[in-house]
Every structure is written in structure tokens, then in C-alpha cells.
Antibody, heavy 121, light 109 residues
Framework: QVQLQESGPGLVKPSETLSLTCTVSGGSVSSGSYQWSWIRQPPGKGLEWIGYMYYSGTTNYNPSLKSRVTVSIDTSKNQFSLKLSSVTAADTAVYYC?????????????WGQGTLVTVSS | QSALIQPPSASGSPGQSVTISCTGTSSDVGEYKYVSWYQQHPGKAPKLMIYEVTKRPSGVPDRFSGSKSGNTASLTVSGLQAEDEADYYCSSYAGSNKVFGGGTKLTVL
């Protein structure tokens, strides 16, 4: 059973870079079973897929965020991370890390509990 | 505006059946078998309920079922129980992109 835990600042200033880390237990980021993913949910709104990294280094991002997003993996710490640059108030959301099955699509089995990031000066 | 269109609300009495629709396009729901459904209780992370249109993960009651016709996918909850009251989101593969619906709040009367 994979467990995920997000961590990072809860408050980010406009124009700065949002950085979050997801610590994985019960599984390995070096496993080919999953694509290590980020999804966000603005307060009171729906879900939005942000992107993923696969253990091989392959990445894929939401076209609407692609120019600002980087997802990376740290195998030594069994973690994966999200960086979102040039943030605005519209980036205020609960950010979830999740696993997406590598043998299917849009199948997010395991989720972190989510972390609220507020963009404000 | 969300990529997939869901009704904002649905309701039913205990024991009844409710169906929630999810309308996309020929580039997502209509093109691929990769439609999933997620249940989200307030303040909690989403939970996978249905994947690949009709499949249920281990542990999900068989009261939950999925289907698809053309560009519209559906989630049916049979034998409604109080604990089924939650928000439900559909998701579809869209050719290297993943899109979600805006969510449907299911109320058990």
C-alpha cells in the first residue's frame, strides 16, 4: 500500500515559485508501476491535472500550465517534487500528489491528503 | 470552465439509484476507454471508484457501476446509502492530457 505525504510552504507571494515535495512510503519512485503525479483543486472548485514524471525521466504536463511547471524525482529520498513558477492568486489551491497507473491512463490509485497553498502578498 | 461537463447536483433517497453523467467530446470520453470516477468527502482526498469506464478497484462496493455511450460517461450508484453523500468527479484521458469534470454533489435525502 503506497502512502503519500505532501510538504511545503502554505503561503507563496505572487510572481514567486511554488515548491512542494511528496514523500513516498510503501513503494519506490524508481518503480515502473506508476507515474508520479500532481493534481490541484482551487477552493470550492473541481480537480485539475498538473503533470507527472515517470521513473525513466519522462514528463508530461497540462498544456495550460506547461510553461510554468516542473515535476522531478529524487530517488535517494524516495520523493518527487513540483515547481510552479510565476504564481498568481489563480494558483491558490489544495495540491495533491498522486500515483497514476503506468499501464492505464487517468487511474489515480493513491493520493496524499493534500496541502493548501495560498498565493498572496 | 471544466473540460468535462457534469451536473452540479444529484439526489436520491436511501435505497434508490442515482446516475451522474459526464459529457466530453470525441477527443476525450468518446475516443478512449480511459474514463475514471472519483468520490470525495469534505476535506478529504478523492478516492478512485471506477476506472476504464466499467472496472471497480478492490474494496469498492458493487453498488457503484460505470458505463459510456458516445461522448458521455455515466456513474450509477444503486441502493443509495448515507455514506454515499459526497462529491463525484469524472476524469478522462485526452491524448497525453488528463481532464476532469467540474464535479457533482450527491445528496442522500
Amino acid at each position: 500500500q503506497v502512502q503519500l505525504q505532501e510538504s511545503g510552504p502554505g503561503l507563496v507571494k505572487p510572481s514567486e515559485t511554488l515548491s512542494l515535495t511528496c514523500t513516498v512510503s510503501g513503494g519506490s519512485v524508481s518503480s515502473g508501476s506508476y507515474q508520479w503525479s500532481w493534481i490541484r483543486q482551487p477552493p470550492g472548485k473541481g480537480l485539475e491535472w498538473i503533470g507527472y514524471m515517470y521513473y525513466s525521466g519522462t514528463t508530461n504536463y497540462n498544456p495550460s500550465l506547461k510553461s510554468r511547471v516542473t515535476v522531478s524525482i529524487d530517488t535517494s529520498k524516495n520523493q518527487f517534487s513540483l515547481k510552479l513558477s510565476s504564481v498568481t492568486a489563480a494558483d491558490t489551491a489544495v495540491y495533491y500528489c498522486a500515483t497514476e497507473r503506468s499501464v492505464s491512463w487517468s487511474v489515480f490509485d493513491y493520493w496524499g491528503q493534500g496541502t493548501l497553498v495560498t498565493v498572496s502578498s | 470552465q471544466s473540460a468535462l461537463i457534469q451536473p452540479p447536483s444529484a439526489s436520491g433517497s436511501p435505497g434508490q439509484s442515482v446516475t451522474i453523467s459526464c459529457t466530453g467530446t470525441s477527443s476525450d470520453v468518446g475516443e478512449y476507454k480511459y474514463v475514471s470516477w472519483y468520490q470525495q468527502h469534505p476535506g478529504k482526498a478523492p478516492k478512485l471508484m471506477i476506472y476504464e469506464v466499467t472496472k471497480r478497484p478492490s474494496g469498492v462496493p458493487d453498488r457503484f457501476s460505470g458505463s459510456k455511450s458516445g461522448n458521455t460517461a455515466s456513474l450509477t450508484v444503486s441502493g443509495l446509502q448515507a455514506e454515499d453523500e459526497a462529491d463525484y468527479y469524472c476524469s478522462s484521458y485526452a491524448g497525453s492530457n488528463k481532464v476532469f469534470g467540474g464535479g457533482t454533489k450527491l445528496t442522500v435525502l
